[in-house]
């Protein structure tokens, strides 16, 4: 319900623009690095969405956090029961807007930084961040990559002490989306 | 006696020990048919947007079987097939990706979908799908 609120509040905003400056995907691929030297942990979640609106910079992610796969059944199970508690809190979600979006032209092809602001949910817990980015512009498509990290007790997310030494303090999250035309 | 008791001991061992790297190793769930709601795409979808917790409490992480007319046939940046059912509204569908690869399908096509429920976005997300039928 919510998504379906923020997307109605995204298109409001939009009147007047036209629709063909709203890009989306499906198919984000969003990957969750959390290992350490004595063990991998390392998910990958295929069905991210997200929308770009390349007039005002906007935009928005969600994903749902069942959606993750990780090598090992039991890792999976643990990642969502112990630590995301995915039945509590689904989704994670960013919503915000492109800093700089002057120095990206959607209509030449060519590689340029972003940087991305807005409030990032993860474990029902909601945190500004600014993200470094790049948006890649090729053959009139265009995808969005970025790679950041996250402190998991900056979103409670409790990591017991018997396990502390195969689990980083820090996430690293990497998004990478192939954006359509809406 | 001793020699009972040592015994007993070995075997508790190699039964705790295999059953710690059973569960250490266990397999990925599988799509059980007995265990399978059956539902339409269209009522699926509906359930979800009209109330998200009370869909969640019933199809979240479940194993479904839907059935419905393929809307959009997607590839994701790991080179599986993504079907999207139609929910007969324009807001979303049901977004299904394949663990196989699938060949031949067409979009308006009648399919019977399996896979396990993530949840609801714009669209409701199975995930770990195979397909049933053409």
């Known amino acids: 319900m919510k998504n379906i609120i923020l997307i109605a509040l995204l298109l409001?905003?939009?009147?007047?623009?036209?629709?063909?400056?709203?890009?989306?995907?499906?198919?984000?691929?969003?990957?969750?690095?959390?290992?350490s030297s004595v063990e991998d942990i390392d998910g990958v979640n295929n069905e991210a969405a997200s929308m770009i609106h390349t007039k005002t910079g906007e935009i928005a992610f969600t994903l749902l956090v069942k959606s993750f796969h990780f090598k090992r059944a039991l890792m999976e199970e643990h990642f969502n029961e112990n630590y995301m508690e995915s039945t509590v809190y689904p989704k994670a979600s960013f919503k915000g807007k492109i800093t700089n979006l002057a120095a990206v032209n959607f209509a030449a092809a060519g590689q340029y930084n972003a940087t991305a602001e807005g409030e990032l949910t993860i474990h029902g817990v909601?945190?500004?961040v600014t993200v470094p980015g790049k948006i890649t512009v090729q053959n009139g498509k265009f995808s969005g990559q970025s790679t950041f990290k996250i402190l998991l007790s900056?979103?409670?997310?409790?990591?017991?002490s018997v396990v502390a030494d195969k689990i980083a303090k820090e996430a690293e999250i990497t998004v990478l989306c192939q954006y359509e035309p809406k | 006696m001793k020699k009972i008791i040592a015994l007993i001991?070995?075997?508790?061992?190699?039964?705790?020990?295999?059953?710690?790297?059973?569960?250490?190793?266990?397999?990925?769930?599988?799509l059980d048919e007995s265990q399978m709601?059956?539902?339409?795409?269209?009522?699926?979808?509906?359930?979800?947007?009209?109330?998200?917790?009370?869909?969640?409490?019933a199809y979240l992480d479940k194993a479904?079987?839907?059935?419905?007319?393929?809307?959009?046939?997607?590839?994701?940046?790991?080179?599986?097939?993504?079907?999207?059912?139609?929910?007969?509204?324009?807001?979303?569908?049901?977004?299904?990706?394949?663990?196989?690869?699938a060949e031949g399908l067409v979009?308006?096509?009648?399919?019977?979908?399996?896979?396990?429920?993530?949840?609801?976005?714009?669209?409701?997300?199975?995930r770990d799908g195979i397909l049933v039928n053409p």
């Open chain 1, 12 to 35: 409001s905003g939009f009147q007047g623009l036209q629709a063909q400056d709203i890009f989306f995907t499906r198919t984000g691929k969003v990957e969750f690095k959390a290992g």
């Open chain 2, 64 to 101: 479904l079987e839907v059935s419905g007319m393929i809307a959009e046939i997607k590839t994701n940046q790991q080179g599986q097939t993504v079907l999207v059912l139609d929910s007969g509204d324009p807001m979303g569908g049901i977004v299904c990706t394949l663990t196989r690869p």
């Open chain 1, 126 to 128: 909601t945190k500004k």
């Open chain 2, 37 to 57: 709601i059956r539902v339409q795409a269209d009522s699926l979808f509906l359930a979800f947007q009209q109330d998200e917790t009370t869909a969640n409490a």
């Open chain 2, 9 to 30: 001991g070995i075997v508790a061992l190699i039964a705790i020990g295999w059953a710690a790297w059973y569960a250490f190793n266990k397999p990925h769930r599988s």
């Open chain 2, 107 to 126: 979009k308006s096509q009648q399919v019977i979908v399996r896979g396990f429920c993530s949840g609801y976005l714009s669209d409701v997300v199975l």
């Open chain 1, 154 to 160: 900056d979103y409670g997310i409790k990591v017991p």
